[in-house]
């Protein structure tokens, strides 16, 4: 087990409906061992297969809106995780209007399962949807055309590395270590103030993820994520189609870079790709005329470590 992970698996990077080329939006972050879906296209089982993630590690799953591409994998996805997963537990998180359409299924296909399937509903306005030891993970609005949300994955920030040889120097008590690492002084037997800064150095950077789900071109996007390392933002058209983003709810790849620009992203990943277009590098050089950072058009099977 790889305790530092934060990886996150691409598996349908495509619009609307599956095509030979790419399979509706769903993308898994595995974080230090358990996976989080976002979002769960067609086909998401079978790619979870295919990129040996194990549906056992699954533990939560976050729907950003209550379209077919986005939702239509769940209900085989949890039928699978009901036949085949013992003594284990799965939490959607999604609007109340979806937990509805779930409970209704999982009652006429899942009965006799000893598989614990929660839910968690989600506000279309936002707010903090999931706070655990070492991570947040919280959903911020998007602009389609039925409510829609975003969620930012953010560690939480880490502990002060400890310098073992002024530890050693100073044989410190075990007792004392938990508040040096978290950034307190020590004061010696002998009276003698060591400045925190003398005993530790800085912690490794917290890092942070954000998924832009569909959404039309709203600065309100840029405000909600401003200062996260790698935003994926949805890039469904080039700016030839710009005419048709916004009143289709959709943004076009320069669009997503001008969000990545405005909320200074380290990276910035392209998908959600419309099949009206045959050549993906396509989003990642018209994302380059309004992004100077790092540009990733994602494909089926990408995998990208934050760490
Ligand atoms: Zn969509």
């Not at 005993?199 to 309100?220: E, K, N, V, W």
């Not at 380059?288 to 494909?299: K, L, V």
Request: glycine share 6%.
């Amino acid at each position: 087990m790889d305790m530092a992970k934060f990886q996150i698996n691409y598996l349908g990077c495509g619009s609307a409906t599956p095509t030979e080329r790419h399979l509706p939006s769903c993308q898994v972050i595995d974080f230090r061992d358990r996976l989080f879906m976002i979002d769960c296209g067609e086909g998401a089982q079978l790619q979870l297969r295919r990129m040996h993630l194990k549906f056992s590690r699954l533990s939560h799953i976050f729907i950003s809106h209550l379209h077919g591409d986005h939702f239509l994998g769940l209900p085989g996805l949890l039928s699978t995780l009901a036949l085949h997963s013992v003594d284990s537990s799965v939490t959607v998180h999604t609007f109340p209007e979806g937990i509805e359409i779930l409970r209704r299924l999982m009652r006429m296909f899942c009965h006799d399962t000893s598989f614990a399937l929660h839910y968690e509903p989600v506000d279309p306005a936002g707010g903090l949807v999931l706070d655990e030891r070492s991570f947040t993970v919280r959903a911020f609005p998007l602009y389609h055309r039925v409510p829609c949300v975003g969620y930012v994955f953010e560690e939480k920030p880490k502990e002060r590395h400890l310098r073992g040889d002024m530890i050693r120097f100073l044989n410190i008590p075990v007792s004392r270590i938990k508040d040096i690492k978290a950034g307190a002084d020590y004061l010696a037997p002998d009276g003698r103030l060591w400045l925190n800064s003398e005993l530790t150095t800085d912690p490794d950077p917290a890092m942070s993820y954000a998924y832009c789900s569909d959404t039309r071109f709203d600065m309100r996007v840029a405000e909600a994520v401003r200062g996260v390392d790698t935003v994926y933002h949805e890039s469904t058209y080039l700016s030839d189609w710009e005419h048709k983003a916004a009143p289709r709810g959709h943004s076009t790849a320069a669009q997503a870079g001008m969000i990545a620009e405005a909320a200074g992203a380290r990276r910035l990943v392209l998908g959600h790709y419309s099949k009206s277009y045959d050549d993906d590098s396509l989003f990642a050089r018209e994302a380059a005329t309004t992004f100077s950072g790092e540009i990733i058009a994602a494909r089926e099977g990408l995998r990208i470590d934050l760490l």
